[in-house]
């Protein structure tokens, strides 16, 4: 699955559930919005205060991404690059 997710590819995922997690999470990062109809999917999955847990986590996570790109962190020592420049 990671491997998956690592390529950019769709996982098979083990329940329904964790797809709906997957198009939310995916949808928002990369067009920056949800549409309506993933919204409802994912808000009938987990309800509405898990969903801005889900957003918050999110957040977070992509603000720690950028932070670490525009400073150009580099990675720690002994460590190899999951996505090397191709």
Known sequence: MVEALRKG?????DSPDERV???????LVFTHRVGNDTYARARDVL????????????????TVCITLNAFDVPLAEGMEDPFPDT
């Open 9 to 13: 590819e769709t996982p098979d995922f």
């Open 21 to 27: 997690i997957h198009d939310f999470s995916r949808e």
């Open 47 to 62: 309800g509405e205060t898990q969903l801005v847990e889900l957003v918050a986590t999110i957040a977070y996570y992509t």
